[in-house]
């Protein structure tokens, strides 16, 4: 029996319904070098439901970074309209500060919360086992393998008792093997904490494989080209002729982003 | 034991050689003592003098130790203050370079006018020769914070100062500790430059002191008391290279072994 999460950090506002994101019509635009002005997303309109995975695919430079910033509520749109509940974010780099050991790492939105360190460490240690991590409580950042330091970032994101996780391309940085492992290892995660999540990733078979939507955005300036839903039973397997259809599907939706 | 004496090995030779070299040009030359005084002649007056050396070393230990800890918190205080208020850095940055460039006498009457020939005058003098290095490299420190780091902290809820306090802080603390080292290695002499400057009324001056007044007719006596210093400064120096490896492990790992 997984251990719930329960009692969530910070109980979560029921801004826009627990766990849901609502965008519409959302434009953000950068002063970038020379004054010279870049349009990151340009009218995106995207919803997710409570507790639903929603995929973003796009060319790299689609804007999905300001998209998940937007989320997050690092940046504010310049127009258009973002409603979301509190979402944390976990960015494509792990960013696990050296100076603390894994288990102190999972445990810092805990201690941002207000618990005292051995109170975090004890919360934070409860789940070390269910995802995969025990014996690496007192490991050190620069000790764990690519794929255990995504899972550590993995668990901080959670222990932040957030009703949205905004991912960040989680595992663009691992080899393919482990890639495969920790795609499946989210997978299996999500399904015992469910959560709203959205998920960035230019990998469009990862985006199948995890997400019950999946949306494709065009290069900059970001706009949605296509929606994409994923209705069959999980596990997925990535070799399912469904996966494989809806995967070219989503490829030539890419192709015709980029030729408009 | 044995990595310790293998470690100081190659230090151990090459002072060896210079104190050789040393040796064998005062007798070949037969330069005057009272010019260049020789290592055996040197070995001899820290022997004889050992009392008054010791008594004079404690008072400048204590001037560099106490005067370091002064510049460490006002450097870091001040690293602090030009990294979170841009007000600050425009303000106080062109200032603390400039300070580096007063010519300590000019200020020391000053400094003893306002508060006598006791420690603090002359503390206030090593500090502001030491502070420099400590407050730049601290400056430095608390920006290598990868730019990342404060979003996601952000998103974690974390305040101005848990973000400072858990990832700031950190991250500069190798680079203060650099910069310490340097301070350190500036301190000795800012002893010698403050001992100098401010007059004291002790029983023992201090060894900076002692060496200028030893300087002209006990010429190796002020030797003795120059190598005294000089063993000090390198003492300090790697203590507080362990200092280091117990405070901020990950930094020495990333950069390979000191020493």
Known sequence: M???????????????????????????????ARGASVQALAGVSLEAAAGEVLAVVGPSGCGKTTLLELVCGLQAPDRGALECAPAVLMPQRDLLLPWLSALDNAALALRISG????????????LFAEL???????????????????????????????????????????????????????AGTLAREPRTVLLV?????????????????????????????????????RTS?????????????????RCA | MRRTLLAVLPAAL????????WELYVQLTGVEEALLPAPHAVAAALWHGRGLVARNFLVTA?????????????????????????????????????????????????????????????????????????????IDGLASVDPEQPKLLRTLDASRWQSFRFAELPAALPAALSGARIALAVGVIGAFIAETTTP??????????????????QTARAYAGTVVLVAFAIACFYALTLAERKLAPWSVRERGEPL
């Open chain 1, 132 to 186: 995969g991590l025990e014996g690496f409580q007192d490991a050190q950042p620069h000790e764990l393998s690519g794929g255990m330091r995504q899972r550590v970032a993995f668990l901080r994101t959670l222990l932040a008792g957030k009703p949205v996780l905004c991912l960040d391309e989680p595992f663009g940085a691992l080899d393919a093997i482990t890639r495969s492992e920790m795609q499946e290892w989210l």
């Open chain 2, 14 to 21: 090459l002072l060896a050689c210079l104190i050789g070299a």
């Open chain 1, 2 to 32: 997984p251990t719930q999460l329960q009692p969530l950090a910070k109980p979560a506002p029921a801004r826009a319904g627990r766990g849901a994101i609502r965008l519409s019509d959302v434009h953000r635009e950068y002063r970038g």
């Open chain 1, 201 to 237: 990733t230019h990998d469009v078979e990862e985006a199948i494989l995890l997400a019950d939507r999946v949306a494709v955005l065009s290069p900059r300036p970001g706009t949605v080209v296509a929606e994409l839903a994923v209705e069959f039973e999980r596990p997925r397997a």
């Open chain 2, 200 to 217: 004291s009324t002790g029983a023992y001056p201090g060894l900076g002191r002692e060496i200028l007044s030893d300087v002209n007719f």
């Open chain 1, 115 to 126: 618990l005292r360190r051995a109170a975090a460490r004890r919360r934070a240690a409860a």
């Open chain 2, 62 to 138: 204590e001037e560099v130790v106490l005067g370091l800890a002064l510049a460490l918190a006002a450097g870091s205080a001040l690293a602090v203050a030009i990294h979170l208020s841009p007000l600050a850095r425009r303000a106080a940055y062109p200032l603390v370079v400039g300070s580096q460039a007063v010519p300590i006498p000019v200020i020391g009457v000053l400094l003893v006018f306002w508060w006598g020939f006791g420690l603090f005058p002359k503390l206030l003098v090593i500090a502001l020769i030491c502070f420099f290095p400590v407050v730049v490299t601290t």
């Open chain 1, 241 to 257: 002729a469904e996966v494989i259809a809806l995967r070219e599907q989503a490829l030539a939706a890419l192709a015709g982003g």
